[in-house]
């Protein structure tokens, strides 16, 4: 079982910030992918951001620019700063992490429980 608990998300006016944080915790041999994804009401969920284990990192083009994934191996947590925020950047943010068990071998892929990002004046 790998545990995702997500912090950071609320309310901010167009034009601020926000950072997102999301914290792996469980029986984790390694892990191959982490990043951020959203969901606005009534719209699929969206790739935000996400990054291989080797440090290669993938962009939303409608973020692209405006924010910044970056990692701590260590804490195994994955970070979103998120910049210039709009309207439209309003979604309930979920972080993914894809990994290995140590126990089994086994794979996972597993999601945070999801973090409101409200972009409004």
């Known amino acids: 079982q790998v545990q995702l608990v997500e912090s950071g998300g609320g309310l901010v006016q167009p034009g601020g910030s926000l950072r997102l944080s999301c914290a792996a915790s469980?029986?984790?041999?390694?892990?191959?992918?982490m990043g951020w994804y959203r969901q606005a009401p009534g719209k699929q969920r969206e790739l935000v951001a996400r990054?291989?284990?080797?440090?290669?990192?993938n962009y939303g083009d409608s973020v692209k620019g405006r924010f910044t994934l970056s990692r701590d191996n260590a804490k195994k947590t994955v970070y979103l700063q998120m910049n210039s925020l709009k309207p439209e950047d309003t979604a309930v943010y979920y972080c993914?992490?894809?990994?290995?068990?140590?126990?089994?071998?086994?794979?996972?892929?597993?999601w945070g429980q999801g973090t409101q990002v409200t972009v409004s004046s």
């Open positions: 993914n992490f894809i990994g290995y068990f140590s126990s089994t071998g086994r794979s996972f892929n597993s």
């Open positions: 469980g029986s984790i041999f390694s892990i191959n992918g």
């Open positions: 990054m291989s284990s080797g440090g290669s990192t």
